[in-house]
């Protein structure tokens, strides 16, 4: 017990860290070092992923945003921490995808199951989240929309997308990818995938492809190679440079592409 509350004070200490950056100016998005790394056999000390995710949202539950009417904040029932808010022409959404195949491998404690069925419900509350955000965006006449999320979706575990009957090694991603294209098609403005989880740090403006040529992807600074934050501007006049990315620390542009 006593180990659980130290690792509760952490977070509690982390979380509060993150929140003072800009107070009330902070949305928080899971990764899977908070949560679905947390039962892995080499930890001095093991949680189950399940109770790791509930301490999260009860966390971001408990510190409600108090924003101005006019950034149309809004939050998913039962996940709290996918959110959705506009600052000025542009639409930004959080959506809770993370590494370990979101969250689909290495599950060593629990029931393994259960766990599964809780990962298909996120990710159907996902894409769910993922429409309103594109619908609301059109409904405001929103210039560009931003996602930002944990995991790579282009490294997923198998190259099959997941279903009913193959559940684990499988391409947890596929049907976000798929539904991010389609969507992003259909907006026809700027649209930009903002992820961490993996290295380099890059921008590929080519990620929607022919389908959604308005479709970028950056791979953002963060990962432990590079101790950095990333920077991101809207320019809604520039079509073809709608988003300046640099690193926060050097002010330095991005200019590695995403092979």
């Known amino acids: 017990m006593a180990a659980n509350l130290s690792a509760n004070a952490l977070i509690q200490e982390r979380y509060d860290q993150l929140m003072a950056l800009q107070p009330e100016w902070v949305f ?15 930890m001095k000390r093991r949680f189950c ?28 029932p039962k996940f709290p921490e996918n959110a959705r808010w506009t ?27 259960t766990t599964l069925d809780l990962v298909d419900a996120r990710a159907q509350a996902n894409r769910v989240w993922l429409k309103a955000a594109f619908d609301a965006a059109r409904i405001s006449n929103s210039g560009a929309v931003v ?28 049907a976000f990818r798929n539904e ?9 403005k700027p649209v ?39 920077a991101i501007s809207v320019h809604l006049d520039d079509q073809k440079q709608p988003f300046v990315i640099k690193s926060l620390m050097t002010g330095k542009p991005v200019v590695r592409p995403c092979s």
Request: charged residues 25%; contains cysteine.
């Open 28 to 42: 928080y998005t899971p990764g899977d070092n908070e949560w679905t790394d947390c039962d892995r056999p080499k």
């Open 192 to 230: 930009l995938l903002v992820h961490g989880d993996t290295t380099p740090f890059c921008l590929d403006e080519k990620f929607g492809g022919d389908t959604a040529p308005s479709l970028w992807r950056l791979n953002a600074l963060g990962d432990s190679s590079e101790v950095d934050a990333t």
């Open 180 to 188: 991010l294209l389609r969507l992003a098609a259909g907006f026809k």
């Open 87 to 113: 600052q000025g022409k542009a639409m930004f959404t959080t959506i809770h995808i993370v590494g370990t195949n979101d969250g689909r491998e290495e599950i060593f404690l629990g029931d393994i199951e």
């Open 147 to 174: 996602i930002a999320t944990h995991a790579d979706v282009t490294e997923p575990s198998g190259s099959a997308p997941c279903s009913d009957s193959v559940r684990i090694k499988c391409d947890a991603f596929a």
């Open 49 to 76: 992923e399940l109770e790791r995710l509930d301490f999260l949202r009860n966390l971001i539950l408990s510190k409600p945003m108090k924003l101005p009417a006019s950034w149309h904040y809004a939050t998913q």
